[in-house]
């Protein structure tokens, strides 16, 4: 059986999420870890955060070791004080699910997310529920500590803060009521930006919009840029981990288009290899060897792209959904670290974040959602490919049919009972149509099964 995700345990409060439940991955997570070692728990904004934290902090005191609560912070900075201060850590967040949901997502002693074979020692300890069990005066104990301030200046300190200053600019900042509220206000305001706030007072409910930063959720910011002349309009998921960006205009800019950006300009700088998934658009390899470095391609999943990018000594990585990776901050997706990064950007160059952006090549893309139960999940993967071995395919994630200039990529959701389907194309009737094609493939494989 398995327990993480792509991305950590996640369930629903009450369902899936029970405090015997929480209490007992805890346990896991202590067990697996050796007696006395120093643990950092930090969670976002949900208003269960607080049940998820407590009870799974028991359950890892019951074995020995000691924690360390740093509160309320967004998961990059959870990272960034693991690294630093502790041998492992834990953010109890469930990102850009709705607020009924949480997660409890374990951290290396390196910063990185936990590698598979680490989380599968860890389920082995969860389902044999063989945990390690202290006496009563070798039980672990809980300090408190702060972990924000040296997150924030971690990332000034790796961008030209002189410059952004001297630019004097204005951005229009959406923080969904998560996480973000405690650090990036303050990390603009150090950068000497003016800040106009939207959802920025955290509240684990989410009363302004889903936490998920997609279009239909940030109708409101898109229209405040325009409305106050901003600069740039920026927006958070519910952990931080991820930011989108809004040009002057007032246009959303999907996830690639500033993975592109960032790479281009690191690959000038830096030559270098970037790493990025398969789900990534062709133009992110269309400007990295315009620059004269290269791209290697991995399995979707934020953990995956950093250990490649730690095995091979990238220069910069990331994923198509906002989450940037810079290997002189951390090796994990930093939404506070790509909000200044693009501002240096734009400092650097003297132009306008629309300039910039138009300045890419242009694909389209789109990315939709088929239900699928989980039980079926593998053999509905397995009759795509069959279905589509006459193809040019990879099967490295999922199935992935590529054409001259388009590609569809159809793999099953690792935190939610679905099958994602990505897709691009240089010409929009073409997208469409492969979308199309390979959605009703996909819908009748499930509708066999099921």
């Given amino acids: 059986?398995?327990?993480?995700?792509?991305?950590?345990?996640?369930?629903?409060?009450?369902?899936?999420?029970?405090?015997?439940?929480?209490?007992?991955?805890?346990?896991?997570?202590?067990?697996?870890?050796?007696?006395?070692?120093?643990?950092?728990?930090?969670?976002?904004?949900?208003?269960?955060?607080?049940?998820?934290?407590?009870?799974?902090?028991?359950?890892?005191?019951?074995?020995?070791?000691?924690?360390?609560?740093?509160?309320?912070?967004?998961?990059?900075?959870?990272?960034?004080?693991?690294?630093?201060?502790?041998?492992?850590?834990?953010?109890?967040?469930?990102?850009?699910?709705?607020?009924?949901?949480?997660?409890?997502?374990?951290?290396?002693?390196?910063?990185?997310?936990?590698?598979?074979?680490?989380?599968?020692?860890?389920?082995?300890?969860?389902?044999?529920?063989?945990?390690?069990?202290?006496?009563?005066?070798?039980?672990?104990?809980?300090?408190?500590?702060?972990?924000?301030?040296?997150?924030?200046?971690?990332?000034?300190?790796?961008?030209?803060?002189?410059?952004?200053?001297?630019?004097?600019?204005?951005?229009?900042?959406?923080?969904?009521?998560?996480?973000?509220?405690?650090?990036?206000?303050?990390?603009?305001?150090?950068?000497?930006?003016?800040?106009?706030?939207?959802?920025?007072?955290?509240?684990?409910?989410?009363?302004?919009?889903?936490?998920?930063?997609?279009?239909?959720?940030?109708?409101?910011?898109?229209?405040?840029?325009?409305?106050?002349?901003a600069d740039l309009g920026i927006a958070h998921d519910g952990d931080a981990d991820r930011a989108i960006f809004i040009d002057e205009n007032g246009r959303f800019l999907y996830g690639d288009k500033t993975l592109a950006l960032v790479a281009r300009e690191i690959v000038k700088e830096r030559k270098g290899i970037v790493v990025t998934p398969v789900s990534s658009s062709l133009a992110v390899e269309e400007v990295v060897k315009a620059q004269g470095g290269k791209v290697i391609y991995t399995p979707v999943g934020a953990p995956i792209v950093a250990r490649k990018m730690i095995e091979i000594n990238a220069v910069f990585g990331g994923e198509e959904n906002g989450g940037l990776i810079f290997p002189e901050h951390q090796y994990c997706r930093d939404g506070g670290m790509s909000v200044a990064k693009i501002l240096e950007i734009m400092a650097k160059t003297g132009k306008t974040l629309s300039e910039l952006i138009d300045s890419l090549p242009v694909y389209y893309q789109t990315k939709i959602s088929v239900p699928c139960d989980n039980s079926i999940k593998e053999i509905v993967l397995e009759n795509i490919r069959r279905a589509l071995e006459n193809e040019n395919i990879s099967t490295m994630d999922g199935v992935k049919v590529m054409g001259e200039d388009w590609w569809v990529l159809i793999r099953p959701s690792g935190t939610e009972p679905i099958y994602r389907i990505y897709a691009e194309a240089k010409n929009e009737d073409t997208l469409r149509e492969k979308v199309e094609k390979y959605k009703k493939i996909l819908e009748k494989i499930i509708q066999q099964l099921s």
């Fill in 1 to 229: 059986m398995r327990l993480f995700g792509t991305n950590g345990v996640r369930g629903k409060i009450g369902a899936d999420f029970t405090p015997p439940f929480l209490v007992k991955l805890g346990m896991a997570i202590g067990s697996y870890l050796p007696k006395k070692s120093k643990v950092a728990v930090g969670s976002d904004t949900r208003i269960s955060g607080d049940l998820v934290k407590n009870a799974v902090i028991s359950g890892l005191l019951s074995t020995g070791v000691d924690v360390i609560d740093i509160s309320v912070a967004p998961t990059p900075a959870i990272q960034y004080y693991t690294k630093n201060h502790a041998d492992f850590g834990i953010a109890i967040t469930a990102s850009h699910n709705p607020p009924e949901f949480n997660g409890v997502k374990c951290i290396d002693s390196d910063g990185t997310e936990l590698s598979r074979d680490k989380e599968c020692a860890i389920e082995s300890i969860f389902f044999s529920e063989k945990f390690r069990t202290v006496p009563w005066n070798d039980v672990g104990t809980v300090n408190y500590d702060d972990a924000l301030e040296e997150y924030v200046n971690a990332i000034i300190s790796k961008v030209d803060a002189n410059l952004i200053k001297s630019k004097k600019y204005t951005v229009a900042l959406d923080c969904a009521n998560g996480a973000a509220c405690y650090t990036t206000p303050y990390l603009l305001s150090k950068l000497g930006v003016r800040v106009i706030s939207l959802n920025c007072q955290p509240d684990g409910t989410f009363p302004g919009h889903e936490s998920e930063p997609k279009p239909e959720n940030l109708r409101d910011l898109m229209a405040l840029v325009r409305d106050c002349d």
